[in-house]
Nanobody
Framework: VQLVESGGGFVQPGGSLILSCTAS????????IGWFRQAPGKQREAVLC????????YYADSVKGRFTTSREYDKNTVFLQMNSLKSEDTADYYC??????????????????WGKGTLVNVSS
């Protein structure tokens, strides 16, 4: 299982970014996919998780109404659309997968495989 994130960068407050997470050696429609972030000096926190069917979704309160997720099955890629970005969204963003085969929630300790992360820096 290999996950690769991309799309991070610098953006001004109020701006938007799209992160992508591309999987290899497995298909994304089989397992739970999660987006997590970790700011300097803070613990990794869940941002958003989606079940394999898409029927279960979790959004952290801090990103509700601003972040959404989508998939392109033919590209085996999941996207994180981030709008109305705030300085407090600055962090390394990671995608991960829970390979248990069922939706168990959105906690970092449920994730079996991680990407290496991509930095999002929101500043003026």
């Amino acid at each position: 299982v290999q996950l690769v994130e991309s799309g991070g960068g610098f953006v001004q407050p109020g701006g938007s970014l799209i992160l992508s997470c591309t999987a290899s050696r497995f298909t994304l429609d089989v397992f739970v996919i999660g987006w997590f972030r970790q700011a300097p000096g803070k613990q990794r926190e869940a941002v958003l998780c989606i079940s394999s069917s898409g029927s279960n979704k979790y959004y952290a309160d801090s990103v509700k109404g601003r972040f959404t997720t989508s998939r392109e099955y033919d590209k085996n890629t999941v996207f994180l659309q981030m709008n109305s970005l705030k300085s407090e969204d600055t962090a390394d963003y990671y995608c991960g997968t829970d390979t248990s085969g069922r939706y168990r929630g959105c906690e970092w300790y449920l994730i079996d495989y991680w990407g290496k992360g991509t930095l999002v820096n929101v500043s003026s």
